[in-house]
T-cell receptor, first 110, second 113 residues
Framework: DAKTTQPNSMESNEEEPVHLPCNHS???????IHWYRQLPSQGPEYVIH???SNVNNRMASLAIAEDRKSSTLILHRATLRDAAVYYC???????????FGTGTRLLVSP | SAVISQKPSRDICQRGTSLTIQCQVD?????MFWYRQQPGQSLTLIAT?????????ESGFVIDKFPISRPNLTFSTLTVSNMSPEDSSIYLC??????????FGPGTRLTVL
């Protein structure tokens, strides 16, 4: 079973920031937080991952709570292409299977 | 990043038949994963396939129904055996080329009549 909890859906306007929350209250000290997204009719694609510190890459930022029981994926300026299902996954370090939950469907309006 | 291709991209099959799905990666990878995504649902892991060893199946999936081959570090196949309409899904393979980053194939859309 998935160990994370996410809202079913969220809406945003184009060019506005988006904050996608995730709860992972059972996370262990060595579990990573991974984010993937699935665009319509495509396989999932990696977005970002982190352990304790906040992380940034060209796609997004990941803000991890101090107690690590929750995190937020931040898209700084949403585009129409960012409309997808976003999955937050709690998993052990490298080369581990990913257990997908139901994810958050992000709708982006022009 | 790894480039993954799958064949076929889609197929329509009759119940009781079998279909073999191929997954080809453009680089050598240790671990490959096979997932199923039923209509409107999230992804469910079927099995993990390492080269040179038997695949490891998740609860609810058995080798007789979903035999997997992993003959080398760039290729794997998943067979869906004795198909029924309930097997209609998208089947995806993935690899972990870089630590903590999995790359997914485009998927094979299977419809069983």
């Amino acid at each position: 079973d998935a160990k994370t909890t996410q809202p079913n859906s969220m809406e945003s306007n184009e060019e506005e920031p988006v904050h996608l929350p995730c709860n992972h209250s059972t996370i262990s000290g060595t579990d990573y937080i991974h984010w993937y997204r699935q665009l319509p009719s495509q396989g999932p694609e990696y977005v970002i991952h982190g352990l304790t510190s906040n992380v940034n890459n060209r796609m997004a930022s990941l803000a991890i709570a101090e107690d690590r029981k929750s995190s937020t994926l931040i898209l700084h300026r949403a585009t129409l292409r960012d409309a997808a299902v976003y999955y937050c996954i709690q998993s052990g370090a490298g080369f581990q299977k990913l257990v997908f939950g139901t994810g958050t469907r992000l709708l982006v309006s022009p | 990043s790894a480039v993954i291709s799958q064949k076929p991209s889609r197929d329509i099959c009759q119940r009781g038949t079998s279909l073999t799905i191929q997954c080809q990666v453009d680089s050598q990878v240790t671990m490959m994963f096979w997932y199923r995504q039923q209509p409107g649902q999230s992804l469910t892991l079927i099995a993990t396939a390492n080269q040179g060893s038997e695949a490891t199946y998740e609860s609810g999936f058995v080798i007789d129904k979903f035999p997997i081959s992993r003959p080398n570090l760039t290729f794997s196949t998943l067979t869906v055996s004795n198909m029924s309409p309930e097997d209609s899904s998208i089947y995806l393979c993935s690899v972990e080329e870089q630590y903590n980053e999995q790359f997914f194939g485009p998927g094979t859309r299977l419809t069983v009549l």
